[in-house]
């Protein structure tokens, strides 16, 4: 029996996006952020449910995972969508889509060679 209290361990270098996306304020933030633009902390924390604090600790890890970005102006800092970072999870979602492909191209085939 494996623990819940054990930290998953990815394999491939879209996990750290993939862990990011898993926590629902983090996807919050990040629609909020696509929807509205780049924005401060306490602009977040008007549009998201959660407290100051909680959004930059979601925004630190969204941040290590490459997901936004940020600029300092003046004594805030502006966060910014990073769209870059979401490339990894593409690549990684893209090798699942060409296999499907291969697989019904395949289907494909042999479905005409037994009718001909």
Do not use: C
């Not at 930290?7 to 983090?26: E, H, I, K, M, S």
Request: hydrophobic share 40%; proline share 4%.
């Amino acid at each position: 029996m494996v623990s819940g209290n054990l930290p998953f361990v990815g394999t491939y270098q879209a996990g750290a996006v993939l862990d990011a996306l898993g926590d629902p304020t983090r996807r919050t933030i990040l629609e909020t952020l696509r929807r509205t633009g780049p924005s401060s902390v306490a602009g977040l924390a008007e549009r998201v449910p959660v407290s100051r604090p909680a959004i930059s600790q979601h925004l630190k890890v969204l941040g290590k995972a490459g997901l936004v970005d940020h600029e300092a102006q003046g004594t805030r800092n502006i966060y910014r969508l990073d769209r870059a970072g979401l490339d990894e999870v593409r690549d990684w979602l893209d090798q699942f889509w060409g296999d499907a492909l291969d697989a019904f191209a395949e289907y494909v085939r042999k479905t005409e060679e037994e009718q001909q």
